[in-house]
């Protein structure tokens, strides 16, 4: 599955886990590749990641990250998911840009797509 990923950069990494901006050798489709190291995880952590791909699997909003595709490499002990890539930035690199309080509308806009993300979840 992996071998249609062309790994562009990395967008972030840990000590167990790592997240590529890759691209679809067919499609040209830009998507992030997060890469959990699954060598000395907890059975309830690996029990987790197995849970988000199958809530993320079913869910399709404007405001939650799309999964695409999912693998368990048992072999090279990693649990890998496709992920819609979002360009920009996270939140904390946000904030430090930002170097105090946000404005009210932009603190309605980030609530507001919070809300009904989590309204469509439920």
């Given at each position: 599955?992996l071998?249609q990923?062309?790994?562009?950069?990395?967008?972030?990494g840990g000590?167990?886990?790592r997240i590529?901006?890759v691209?679809d050798?067919?499609s040209?489709e830009?998507w992030a590749?997060k890469?959990?190291s699954?060598h000395g995880l907890?059975?309830?952590s690996?029990k987790?990641?197995?849970?988000?791909?199958?809530?993320?699997r079913?869910?399709n909003?404007p405001n939650?990250?799309?999964?695409?595709?999912?693998?368990?490499?048992t072999?090279?002990?990693?649990f890998?998911?496709i992920l819609?890539?979002i360009?920009?930035?996270?939140?904390s690199?946000f904030?430090?840009?930002?170097?105090?309080?946000?404005?009210?509308?932009v603190?309605?806009?980030?609530?507001k797509q919070?809300?009904?993300?989590?309204?469509h979840?439920?």
């Amino acid at each position: 599955m992996l071998d249609q990923y062309e790994v562009l950069s990395e967008l972030s990494g840990g000590t167990c886990s790592r997240i590529d901006l890759v691209k679809d050798k067919v499609s040209a489709e830009q998507w992030a590749c997060k890469s959990v190291s699954t060598h000395g995880l907890h059975a309830e952590s690996l029990k987790l990641l197995k849970a988000e791909v199958r809530f993320l699997r079913d869910l399709n909003h404007p405001n939650i990250m799309r999964l695409h595709d999912h693998v368990e490499d048992t072999e090279a002990g990693k649990f890998i998911t496709i992920l819609e890539y979002i360009p920009g930035t996270d939140c904390s690199l946000f904030m430090e840009k930002n170097k105090g309080p946000l404005d009210e509308h932009v603190v309605a806009v980030i609530i507001k797509q919070v809300l009904s993300a989590l309204s469509h979840c439920h």
